[in-house]
């Protein structure tokens, strides 16, 4: 699994002008599902992202996790993210798990976060055409890859 995690104000996605999902101050993750991904990927991401300490204490040093700071979360699923450019500049998207798969496991995540202890997750719509806002918070922005901790 592939995410890009967005520290954020605030963040929306809507689908054909109707709000989806919408959050406050939190982390906006774009997740993209790879071919031979699984439920240990989606359980691994989940709690990475739910211990990421990007937010700012009281000395203003990045050091507080998101539930520190009572953090939301929005989840769009993004297959972009697995595109493979190796050839040309028409990206193929042969590395993304099957829309099945990728689905089911996009759900799975969004479970495992509120598993973590994120109280409050929303998500886009899966295979829609969103539209999504970020109000990027520093900007801070972080890529995440479950790749290399399964090697």
Known sequence: M???IQRVTSSCVTVDGEIK???DKGFNVLLGVMEGDDESCAELLAAKISNLRVFEDENGKMNLDIHAVDGQILVI???TLCADLKK???PSFFPSAPPETANRLYEYFCSCL???G???VEKGV??????VEINNDGP??????TDIWKK
Not at 126 to 131: I, K, R
Not at 140 to 145: A, E, K, Q, R, S
């Open 2 to 4: 592939k995410a890009v």
């Open 140 to 145: 801070v922005t972080i890529l995440m890859d």
């Open 126 to 131: 899966f295979g829609a055409d969103m539209q």
């Open 114 to 116: 509120a598993q973590q």
């Open 118 to 120: 994120i109280k409050t």
């Open 21 to 23: 999902g919408k959050i």
């Open 88 to 90: 040309g500049n028409r």
């Open 77 to 79: 699923s993004q297959f």
